[in-house]
């Protein structure tokens, strides 16, 4: 509002000056009309051709010669002629360059004031002028600088008011290059103008010269504004493809790409669209009124979707004209003039649009400028080739270290002189030494490496070897804390390639475990066919007295004959199960369905031991209530048999064993408590393990199976079985397992024999 109010203003002081002009000056010279019109057409052409602009951030230049073009005509014209002439030449340029009318106005408002004033300055130097061209020379020059100062008076007003409206921050930087730029012209203007004066005074045609001065200023001016902005852009450029050459993470390289490009290539907002594979779309913005300068958005682009589908290399085009009417419209949505669109093409498909929009200035994109944006847009695609590639590789790297770092086998590599140049998680949890603790060290002898007969193994020395079978496949290691552990390896050695030496690739599995199980199986079976044989000794004994002599033995030795011969034969018997059961277990077959009376299966095995031992005592404390559980019976029996067997075998012949089965909470609880050589601390875990046996009851015959047994027939029932022994004083076995609903009460039994003693 206030500008318009200025410019009416301008008008309105145009008009006094001209009136003033047109009644005070008369016509020195009286040019002929052809004349006239030949300045008329110089000042159009000077207007015309007058805006050379050259913008780059924030500074601004422009050059003319309109007052140099002034000087002739007010020399000659009288005040009328000058304002008549300037309104002509001028508003046909105006309207030419499709200037908008507020401008117009003011533009020509502004030159008519000026000439006006310039008109009456020269009359009033040169009037009574006898013809000394000194005088002409003086009038020349105040007049033009009197037109200079009411033209800048005008346009500084006219600018700080525009400034101000706009909100922008840098006037001072364009005041000042303005200004300097009009003292350049002002000069220039003062040259010209004293020189068509002179060729005006020798031969009025002769002022056609100031169109070639007005043309080669104006191709001048192009030049030198192309080479600058060249300049500059070439810089901003250079520094957006660096910014692509020196970072593998769009994150970091799009922003500065971005505004580089935007900057260089001096335009408002420069994007990058790119579409994804699954449709998605991702727009990266530069504009200078965002924060930090640069957004990124998830969002359809329909410009660049348009585009992508019309365009196949870089192209300009404004809303009015464009590569389809649908682009053109789409561009105006997007409340932008002009756009310059670089289509990112990777084989036939576009994977995404580089666009750039609104030149700063008055000029739009210049064809050179798209041989540089198709150069960005393959810039960017290399980029993201780049990108895409190195993250291929991250992937696979991620992948073999996943690889590396989840297997529980030990894998390590060792350089040709000894170096250890990887170390995975599988070793450190094998070796207890951190990969911090050796790669890149020759610290493999900490592991002091043995083969299976003892003799040292250096690893580190594999060169040595003229293949690798000379390494050893079993090898024995020294933990950090000191634990020996067997580990199964193989080798493999990668040849030297560029750059890298040759490589040894040990791939190394613990077998400590292994190593141990096989040379318990062989103590196993070592000692089950002693087992199975002992007891047919006595059996094949007694039924051989009984053929031979059975008729003259008493009933107390036919008794011993035949208890003995069934004492042996359910050793026999519970061995055989074990073994059987093991088996089963072990080949995962278990199947605990069914309901078990605890009470009674525990009283029938106490009667059996009984009856085959009868010179033990065995206490027997029944449940109060029943007890069933939910499992089978069989497996109740082999769990029960195994405690009551061992605590029988373990513990000395006149010694009682106390057997207690009762119910806790939702649990069935049957103790067998001896007065054995009980079992020390570290040893009451290891018993449950498969064939281990105890140094100290190795005379007593057995196979290391029934612990191992009981524990996973328990456990497969939702019980468990624990012990607690004091060494030297016994052992007490409970086995505990969940109490099933009751159906019915267990039928009480009793148990006959005088060495029962029944606590109840
Ligand atoms: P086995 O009795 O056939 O050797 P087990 O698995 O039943 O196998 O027992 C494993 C080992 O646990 C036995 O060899 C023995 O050393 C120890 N052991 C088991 N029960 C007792 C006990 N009541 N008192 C002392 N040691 C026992």
């Given at each position: 509002m206030v500008l318009k109010m200025y410019v009416a203003g301008v008008a309105v002081a145009a008009a006094i000056a001209s009136t003033i002009?047109?009644?005070?000056?008369?016509?020195a010279h009286a040019?002929?009309?052809?004349v006239l019109v030949l300045m008329t057409a110089l000042l159009w052409l000077t207007e015309f051709l007058q805006v050379r602009q050259y913008h780059y951030r924030g500074h601004g230049v422009s050059h003319n010669l309109i007052e140099g073009i002034f000087a002739p005509i007010i020399y000659a014209c009288s005040g009328t002629e000058v304002?008549?002439?300037?309104?002509?030449?001028?508003?046909?340029?105006?309207?030419?360059?499709?200037?908008?009318?507020?401008k117009t106005v003011f533009n020509v408002a502004q030159w008519l004031f000026a000439a006006a004033v310039g008109s009456l300055v020269f009359h009033a130097v040169t009037v009574n002028n006898d013809g000394s061209s000194s005088r002409v020379i003086a009038g020349v020059a105040a007049a033009t600088i009197a037109m200079s100062v009411v033209n800048q008076v005008v346009l500084v007003g006219v600018l700080s008011l525009a400034v101000r409206e706009s909100g922008e921050g840098h006037t001072r930087d364009v005041q000042m290059s303005g200004l300097i730029g009009r003292l350049i012209s002002n000069g220039a203007s003062l040259v010209t103008g004293l020189t068509l004066v002179a060729a005006f005074r020798w031969s009025p045609w002769l002022l056609a010269l100031g169109a070639v001065f007005v043309v080669s200023l104006d191709a001048a001016g192009r030049a030198h504004a192309n080479v600058r902005a060249d300049g500059h852009r070439l810089e901003g450029l250079q520094r957006a493809t660096h910014a692509l050459a020196t970072s593998l993470d769009p994150a970091q390289a799009l922003p500065t790409f971005l505004t580089e490009a935007r900057v260089g290539f001096e335009v408002r907002e420069a994007e990058l669209v790119l579409f994804g594979l699954d449709e998605t779309v991702t727009v990266h913005l530069s504009h200078d009124h965002l924060r930090d300068g640069y957004a990124v958005t998830d969002q359809p682009h329909e410009l660049a979707a348009l585009l992508a589908t019309t365009i196949h290399e870089a192209s300009h085009f404004t809303t009015e004209r464009g590569p389809s009417p649908e682009a053109c419209a789409a561009l105006e949505r997007t409340a932008h003039g002009r756009a310059l669109a670089a289509p990112l093409r990777s084989g036939d498909v576009t994977v995404g649009m580089l666009l750039l929009y609104d030149r700063l200035g008055v000029e739009g994109f210049e064809s050179g400028e798209l041989v540089v944006a198709s150069a960005l847009a393959r810039e960017l695609?290399?980029?993201?080739?780049?990108?895409?590639?190195?993250?291929?590789i991250d992937e696979e790297r991620r992948k073999l270290t996943d690889i590396l770092e989840s297997?529980?086998?030990?894998?390590?590599?060792?350089?040709?002189?000894g170096t250890i140049t990887s170390w995975n998680a599988g070793l450190v949890g094998m070796t207890g030494y951190s990969a911090t603790e050796m790669v890149n060290t020759r610290h493999l002898g900490l592991l002091r490496a043995r083969d299976a007969g003892g003799r040292d193994v250096l690893v580190e020395r594999w060169q040595d070897c003229i293949d690798t079978t000379g390494l050893p496949s079993e090898l024995q290691i020294v933990t950090s804390t000191g634990q020996t552990l067997w580990l199964s390896c193989s080798y493999s050695r990668i040849p030297a390639s560029e750059g890298r030496r040759e490589v040894l690739v040990v791939v190394a599995r613990n077998i400590t475990q292994a190593r141990e199980l096989e040379r318990l199986k062989d103590d196993f079976v070592a000692v089950v066919s002693h087992e199975l044989r002992t007891p047919l000794v006595p059996i094949k004994g007694w039924a051989q007295t009984l053929i031979n002599r059975g008729d003259?033995?008493?009933?107390?030795?036919?008794?011993?004959?035949?208890?003995?011969?069934?004492?042996?034969?359910?050793?026999?018997?519970?061995?055989?199960?074990?073994?059987?059961?093991?088996?089963?277990?072990?080949?995962?077959?278990?199947?605990?369905?069914?309901?078990?009376?605890?009470?009674?299966?525990?009283?029938?095995?106490?009667?059996?031991t009984l009856a085959a031992r009868p010179d033990r005592i065995l206490r027997v404390r029944p449940p109060a209530v029943p007890c069933q559980v939910r499992g089978s019976s069989v497996w109740v029996e082999r769990a029960v048999a195994n405690l009551v067997a061992n605590a029988v075998k373990y513990s000395p012949d006149d010694e009682p064993v106390d057997v207690t089965i009762n119910v806790e909470g939702d649990e069935v609880l049957v103790s067998v408590t001896d007065r054995g050589p009980g079992i020390a601390p570290d040893s009451q875990d290891r018993i449950f393990e498969r064939f281990e046996r105890l140094e100290e009851t190795r005379t007593q015959t057995g196979t290391g199976l029934g612990l191992y047994i009981t524990r996973r027939l328990a456990r497969a029932m939702a019980g468990d079985v624990s012990v607690s022994s004091v060494p030297g004083a016994g052992s007490t076995f409970l086995l505990r397992l969940p109490v099933a609903p009751v159906t019915r009460l267990p039928e009480q039994r009793t148990i006959e024999s005088a060495n029962v003693v029944n606590l109840r």
């Open positions: 002009a047109a009644l005070a000056v008369p016509a040019p002929s009309a052809g304002v008549l002439v300037c309104l002509i030449g001028l508003s046909a340029a105006e309207v030419l360059r499709r200037t908008g009318p507020i695609l290399g980029f993201f080739e780049r990108v895409d590639l190195m993250r291929a297997t529980s086998d030990g894998i390590f590599t060792v350089d040709s002189d003259r033995l008493t009933d107390d030795q036919r008794r011993t004959a035949v208890q003995s011969i069934l004492a042996q034969a359910q050793k026999l018997e519970s061995l055989v199960l074990n073994i059987l059961e093991a088996s089963r277990i072990e080949s995962g077959r278990v199947d605990g369905e069914g309901l078990a009376d605890v009470g009674s299966i525990t009283m029938r095995i106490v009667e059996d």
